[in-house]
């Protein structure tokens, strides 16, 4: 089992290519752009790892789906993230923003996605 069935599963269902945006997880190398991130921090994402894991068995510690996430079908994934966005429980609530935050900002610093919508960011926005 490696966190990175459950990283792309997890990328794919956040934000999906026929989503209000052209591209889609699946277009970018969203695994190279964590591993660049987490190395200006040292090269160990050992959290990141743990964090993963943990997302690919709450289904099944939560009781609402008797499969690990990874498994899920796209549907099944994407309710199950909603619901717990959509939670009465703080803690839930608190681990989809996680799942959030980690993959709009991976998403929204890829190269590809930056010249989609226009945007230049650090060292290139100087440049003009």
Known sequence: MSYRDVFEAVAVTVIPQDGGFPAG?????????????VSAFGRRIILLRIF????????IVTFSRPRRFRH???????AFIRGLGESRWIANRMIFLVIKV???TLFYSSPEVEKQ?????GCAAEDE
């Open 25 to 37: 997880a699946a277009d970018v190398d969203m695994m190279a752009i964590l591993k660049d991130s």
């Open 52 to 59: 993963f894991h943990f997302i690919d068995v709450l289904p």
């Open 72 to 78: 899920l079908d796209r549907v099944d994934r994407e």
């Open 102 to 104: 980690v993959m709009m």
């Open 117 to 121: 919508i226009g945007f230049k960011s």
